[in-house]
């Protein structure tokens, strides 16, 4: 019997939406015939995790040359095959990790609801983005037949109240494979591997890595004989990482190699995204947050706290430890990316710079916690505790999977 055909996207917002779609992926290809197509750090990422998908492509020009048609689309935050699945009249879905970060009036969305589709992609997209901030994502609520949110439950914003009837809640969307990849249990992983977007450029790069470095060199320096350091990097900024970080090992990982590291390390430093968050979780490794590297990251942060059963934001806090300016300060909560970038360049300047200060502190004081009480697991098992309602079980890649089916008529 032939598979049906899936043509499948996923956002530059990092790694974090490729990544999502590629845990995915195992579950989805044992019932259709899975295809690609995207730019930028999410086909990067798709190079060199997607082995499941049949065709990759970068153009939709290419797709005009295919002499298959597709059965279904699926999105991962990707406005683009949203619009294109809408102009050939292909039933879709979208899955939206970070929905709690859209703030769209009723206006702005009326307005994209009425925007014209005889014309090509970039055009519309860029007639959409004119309606405001963002407005170009509204694709994935107003074209989509079901959006798939994991169990993140903040207040509602006026995205989700006006499309309630197509959202669904599911489990987190995690897929962990098993490599031979042999690291010992004494590693503390510091990952950037979803730091490619975009926004930011080599210089930002660098400043990223340089005041990662300055939080953690005192705590490097003490304990470099108890504890490895290793440094998850994407490819193409492996000789600018060795530059700056001297103490550890600065690798590139696939996500199989990534996620085999991971369950057998002791701490994770990252900035917080969805598909590391449940990594840590599924792993029962503590999640550390590493300063913002866009401005989602706050914004998940919060989420995270919002959807747990912690509330008291102080205690949280201790629970999820973190370097995020936005904890520190009041106005970095609304900070465009290039304002952050901005911060961080004038803090390195700064002989004594208090955010500096406080994290590297905040760093030391934890690493002398786990070192003397071996508590690593404990304060794993705190994080589940925490956020509890929404990890489930882990299952909403076959959630998401059999909606599918079901569409297509796949018993």
Request: charged share 20%; hydrophobic share 35%; with cysteine.
């Amino acid at each position: 019997m032939i598979k049906k055909r899936i043509l499948t996207g996923a956002g530059a917002w990092g790694f974090g939406p490729a990544s999502t779609l590629c845990m995915l992926l195992p579950e989805l290809s044992n019932y259709f015939t899975v295809d690609f197509i995207g730019d930028s750090a999410a086909l990067d990422y798709v190079k060199k995790n997607g082995q499941l998908f049949n065709s990759v492509f970068q153009e939709y020009s290419q797709l005009d040359e295919l002499l298959y048609s597709y059965d279904y689309v699926i999105s991962v935050i990707e406005a683009d095959i949203m619009i294109w699945a809408k102009q050939k009249d292909i039933p879709m879905i979208c899955i939206d990790n970070i929905y709690w970060l859209w703030n769209w009036s009723d206006e702005m969305l009326e307005k994209a609801e009425e925007v014209c589709l005889e014309d090509n992609l970039t055009n519309i997209r860029e007639t959409l983005c004119e309606l405001g901030e963002y407005a170009d994502y509204s694709t994935m609520y107003i074209y989509a037949n079901q959006v798939f949110c994991q169990k993140f439950n903040p207040n509602k914003t006026s995205t989700t109240s006006r499309y309630s009837n197509k959202i669904q809640y599911i489990d987190p969307i995690l897929y962990c494979e098993k490599t031979d990849m042999k690291v010992k249990q004494s590693n503390i992983i510091v990952s950037f591997s979803g730091m490619t977007n975009p926004y930011v450029n080599i210089s930002d790069i660098t400043t990223y890595f340089e005041i990662v470095n300055e939080i953690l060199k005192d705590s490097i320096s003490k304990y470099e004989n108890v504890y490895s350091f290793m440094y998850a990097v994407p490819d193409p900024y492996i000789k600018v990482a060795k530059k700056i970080f001297t103490n550890g090992e600065v690798v590139f990982m696939n996500h199989g190699e990534f996620t085999t590291a991971l369950s057998k390390s002791t701490l994770l430093f990252a900035p917080i995204g969805t598909a590391t968050l449940f990594e840590a979780l599924y792993n029962k490794i503590p999640l550390i947050t590493l300063p913002e590297q866009h401005d989602g990251n706050f914004s998940i942060y919060k989420s995270v706290f919002l959807s747990g059963l912690e509330r008291d934001y102080s205690e949280f806090r201790n629970i999820f430890i973190d370097c995020l300016v936005g904890n520190r300060l009041e106005k970095a909560e609304n900070f465009t990316i290039r304002e952050f970038y901005d911060f961080y360049n004038n803090e390195l300047k700064q002989n004594n710079s208090r955010f500096l200060t406080q994290c590297s502190q905040k760093v030391m004081t934890l690493l002398d916690d786990v070192n003397v009480n071996k508590n690593q697991v404990t304060r794993s098992n705190k994080q589940s505790e925490v956020l509890e309602p929404i990890i489930g079980d882990f299952k909403g890649a076959i959630q998401v999977t059999d909606y599918v089916k079901k569409q297509l008529g796949i018993g």
